[in-house]
C-alpha cells in the first residue's frame, strides 16, 4: 500500500476532515474499503467517499448545523488510520 | 432501493457515462457496491466512483487516448442497471 504522508486536512465550510489513500491494486483498494465500512457501520458515521482502481479519497465532515467537527469524527479519523498503517506488533 | 429514472447521461471531455443511485439505507449502499466491485472485477473496468451513506454516483470513462466509448463500458453499464433492477423472473 502507497500511502500519502500528509495524512489528514483540516477543511472549512463545511468544516471536513480530507485524506486521499493510494493502492497498488484494486484488490488493497476493495479490502480498505470493506474495512472502513466495517468502521463506518460501528461508529455510525458515513465518510462520502471517491474511489476508482487504485485510489480512495475521503471527507469526514461535521454535522449539517454543526461549526466543527465532533469528537467522534476525530476518533473515525484515527482508526481509519490505524487501517493504513497498522501499528508494528510489539514482541 | 430507490432508482434514479433518469439512468445513464452521457456526456465527453472525456467520454463518459454517468448515473446516480439512491438507497434507502446504508445496508442496501454497502450491497450495491459490493455486487459491483464483482462486476467491475470480472470485466476488468473500474469506474470512478463516490459515495456516501446512501447513494452512489457512477463515472464509466473511455480509455485515456479514445474518442468513444468501448463496447465494453456499455456492457458493464447494463450489468449495472441488472444490479438495479433485477429483472422479473419469468415462470
Known amino acids: 500500500m502507497k500511502t500519502d504522508q500528509q495524512g489528514w ?3 472549512q465550510r463545511p468544516p471536513r476532515l480530507e485524506r486521499r489513500v493510494d493502492f497498488e491494486d ?3 483498494t476493495r479490502a480498505f474499503l470493506e474495512a472502513l465500512a466495517e468502521l463506518s457501520e460501528a461508529a455510525d458515521l458515513y465518510p462520502d467517499i471517491s474511489f476508482g482502481r487504485t485510489y480512495v479519497n475521503l471527507s469526514l465532515q461535521a454535522d449539517a448545523d454543526a461549526t466543527e467537527l465532533a ?3 476525530n476518533d473515525l479519523a484515527r482508526r481509519i488510520d490505524a487501517l493504513i ?3 508494528p506488533i510489539s514482541c
Chains 1, 2 share one sequence.
Open 26 to 28: 484494486y484488490a488493497q
Open 85 to 87: 498503517a497498522p501499528a
Open 9 to 11: 486536512q483540516q477543511r
Open 71 to 73: 469528537a467522534e469524527h
